[in-house]
């Protein structure tokens, strides 16, 4: 499972700065939906793939990557050319298959730990409202680090439920991963405090949790 | 020098450590003890990931009830499962984040980056996703996260449990080239041999703190 995440690289696109590159995504992603004529959006199109060869992304992660949201796309393309015309089931195609492989562009080519400041930094003047950027960082990174630990415990768990013949039970297999979810939480919340507590205020350590077995 | 002053923990209305009292100033110490003897509650309390219900936790002259933030620079942990303590997704940006509110240059974190990842042959994993890696180097990682923060004392709670033979060898070698203080909980009896000192735990209570042959002698002997 590779996630979209960061492809290591040294083109013209990866060391553009993080910002730079949401900033045109944001751009593109709005012009494609003011644009409609199918001659434009092809044109789109190309030129995001031509931004995949500078960037160097091999077509076969890239394609990998796609996957799933092309098939959901290819519904949505039959649905409209059923329901609607060919013209708009065109247009959905070129918009989104343009649109998509930028996305995952601009997440091949930026670290994680470059997006979470990106975050950190246009969320920073919300703090004076009582909302803490740090934290909400934190929060986005882990739920990317821990999406492929929840799916080996999902994997480990169904194969555990299957041994004891018990794959057709709903509550055999979700009533473990909850509970085992949960101890990975408190366990992650102990090894950030452990690690340095970048994220919450300044205070006495562990008074919170004295009485804490 | 880590010292306990009469220290006991309760939780839920339950003693989990009695009146412990010790100065742990030797340079490799081992805890051992059957589950739920107290040791994990007596590890977690080195580091101000607890506080005691009672008595007081000294990391050099650091109460942990008041300075938790200094204690934890000084005392690192390594938890039993990586997974649990690798936070960000690539291997170098996880090592980056506890560095992260000293703000350093870029250059100088890349380089503390690389010295931490030359240390365990790491180096070709600097932009590997950590969920690639196997348990043996998502361990280093682990190890490896928490002293480039230059800690002066390192915990580990039971960090060869869930390895294989090999990668229990290397974690094990990696701790023996470490020039810090390292308390070690463990039930990895032959991991403590070389060690100065090893701490039995029963029921709560110290049962044996001695040299490893006649502590680990008095474990086994209370487990059988």
């Not at chain 1, 700065?17 to 944001?26: E, N, S």
């Not at chain 1, 012009?31 to 995949?52: C, E, N, R, T, Y």
């Amino acid at each position: 499972m590779t996630l979209g995440l960061h492809l290591p690289g040294d083109s013209v696109i990866h060391r553009l700065p993080v910002g730079w590159k949401i900033g045109c995504l944001l751009l593109a992603s709005t012009g494609l939906f003011l644009v409609s004529d199918p001659a434009w959006l092809a044109l789109a199109l190309a030129g995001v793939a031509i931004l995949v060869i500078v960037a160097r992304i091999p077509p076969s992660v890239m394609a990998r990557q796609m996957a799933p949201a092309l098939v959901i796309l290819a519904i949505l393309v039959a649905v409209q050319a059923i329901f609607a015309s060919g013209r708009e089931a065109l247009e959905l195609g070129l918009r989104f298959g343009a649109l998509l492989p930028l996305a995952c562009l601009v997440t091949f080519t930026s670290r994680v730990s470059d997006m979470i400041e990106f975050i950190e930094r246009i969320t920073a003047p919300l703090a004076r409202i009582g909302f803490d950027p740090a934290a909400v960082a934190l929060a986005l990174t882990l739920a990317i680090r821990f999406i492929p630990v929840l799916f080996q415990l999902m994997t480990e768990i169904r194969d555990a439920q299957r041994a004891r013949g018990l794959e057709r039970s709903p509550l055999a297999f979700f009533a473990p991963l909850l509970i085992r979810t949960l101890k990975m939480a408190h366990e992650v919340s102990e090894a950030i405090e452990a690690r340095g507590d970048p994220a919450p205020p300044d205070g006495p350590a562990g008074r919170s949790r004295a009485n804490r077995k | 020098m880590i010292e306990l002053r009469d220290v006991s923990h309760a939780f839920d209305g339950r003693m989990i450590l009695h009146d412990v009292h010790l100065r742990l100033d030797q340079r490799r110490i081992g805890v051992v003890g059957a589950n739920g003897s107290g040791k994990s509650t007596f590890a977690r309390l080195l580091n101000g990931l607890l506080v005691p219900t009672q008595g007081r936790v000294l990391v050099d002259g650091l109460d942990t009830r008041t300075d938790g933030k200094a204690v934890r620079r000084a005392v690192g942990f390594v938890f039993q499962n990586p997974d649990s303590q690798i936070v960000f997704p690539i291997v170098s940006e996880d090592l980056a984040f506890g560095l992260k509110p000293l703000r350093l240059p870029r250059a100088e974190l890349d380089a503390r980056i690389d010295a931490a990842l030359r240390r365990y042959g790491m180096e070709r994993y600097r932009d590997h996703p950590c969920h690639h890696l196997s348990g043996g180097e998502k361990q280093l990682l682990a190890l490896s996260s928490v002293l480039i923060m230059e800690p002066r004392h390192v915990i580990l709670d039971e960090p060869t449990t869930l390895l294989d033979l090999r990668n229990r060898n290397r974690v094990v070698e990696a701790l023996g080239d470490l020039p810090q203080r390292i308390i070690v909980v463990s039930h990895d009896l032959d991991l403590f041999r070389d060690f100065d000192r090893v701490i039995v735990f029963d029921g709560g209570r110290i049962v044996a703190d001695d040299d490893p042959a006649p502590a680990l002698a008095h474990y086994v002997s209370l487990m059988s």
